[in-house]
C-alpha cells in the first residue's frame, strides 16, 4: 500500500528567506506526485506535479520540487518566502485511477 | 471557464437525518472523485467515477454513505442517518480522463455539521 508522509507539520519561515517542506512517499511503481495548496476558506489548487518527464519540477509561484527515487522523497522549496504563501501544503500521491492519497499536510507560517 | 461547483456550501443538520451534496464538475470531463477532510482524518478518498464504468466506492466509510452520477455529469453524495463524525468538508474534483497524471480540479466543497 502506498502512503505520503510529510515531516514537518507546521513550518514557520520569516518573509524573504527559503521555505522547505519535507514529503516522502512510499510506492511499489513509479508514483505521480503532486504538492497542492489550500489558502484560509479557499479550495485546493495544484502547485506543481511530477510525472516522471523531469525529476525537477517547476510550480507556480516560484514553487519547485525535486523527486529524488533513492530517498523516495519529493521536497517542496521555495527560494523567497512571500506573505501570500501563508497557507497548508499537501503533499499527494495518485494511483493508476487517479485516485489521490494526501499527506497530513504542513502549515506554513510566514512572519514579517 | 467554469470550474467544479459544489452546493450547498454550508449545511447543518441534525443527528439522523439525511444529506445530499451535489457536485457538478467540469464540463467534458469524465473522471469524478468525493474527497472528506475533516479533524481528525484528514483528507480521505471516498469514491470515484469514470465514465459509465461501476464506481470505485472502496474509500467510502460505512454502508451510510452513498453516491450516483448522473448521465455522466452530476454527481450525489448522499449520507443517510447523519452522525456527529460525518462533520467535515466534503470535496469533489474532476478529471479530463481519470488517469494518474491527471490535474484534480477540485471544487470549494461543502461544509457539513452534524448537530
Known amino acids: 500500500a502506498q502512503s505520503v508522509t510529510q515531516l514537518d507539520s507546521h513550518v514557520s519561515v520569516s518573509e524573504g528567506t527559503p521555505v522547505l517542506l519535507r514529503c516522502n512517499y512510499s510506492?511499489?511503481?513509479?508514483?505521480?506526485l503532486f504538492w497542492y495548496v489550500q489558502h484560509p476558506n479557499k479550495g485546493l489548487q495544484l502547485l506543481l506535479k511530477y510525472t516522471s518527464a523531469a525529476t525537477l519540477v517547476k510550480g507556480i509561484n516560484g514553487f519547485e520540487a525535486e523527486f529524488k527515487k533513492s530517498e523516495t522523497s519529493f521536497h517542496l522549496t521555495k527560494p523567497s518566502a512571500h506573505m501570500s504563501d501563508a497557507a497548508e501544503y499537501f503533499c499527494v500521491q495518485g494511483d493508476s485511477w487517479g485516485k489521490l492519497q494526501f499527506g497530513a499536510g504542513t502549515q506554513v507560517v510566514v512572519t514579517p | 471557464g467554469a470550474g467544479v461547483s459544489q452546493s450547498p456550501s454550508n449545511k447543518v443538520t441534525e443527528k439522523g437525518k439525511d444529506v445530499e451534496l451535489r457536485c457538478d464538475p467540469i464540463?467534458?470531463?469524465?473522471?469524478l472523485y468525493w474527497y472528506r477532510q475533516s479533524l481528525g482524518q484528514g483528507l480521505e478518498f471516498l469514491i470515484y467515477f469514470q465514465g459509465n464504468s461501476a464506481p470505485d466506492k472502496s474509500g467510502l466509510p460505512s454502508d451510510r454513505f452513498s453516491a450516483e452520477r448522473t448521465g455522466g455529469s452530476v454527481s450525489t453524495l448522499t449520507i443517510q442517518r447523519t452522525q456527529q463524525e460525518d462533520s467535515a468538508v466534503y470535496l469533489c474534483a474532476s478529471t479530463d480522463t481519470g488517469t494518474s497524471t491527471d490535474t484534480q480540479y477540485f471544487g470549494p466543497g461543502t461544509r457539513l455539521t452534524v448537530l
Open positions: 510506492s511499489s511503481y513509479s508514483p505521480s
Open positions: 464540463s467534458g470531463h469524465t473522471a
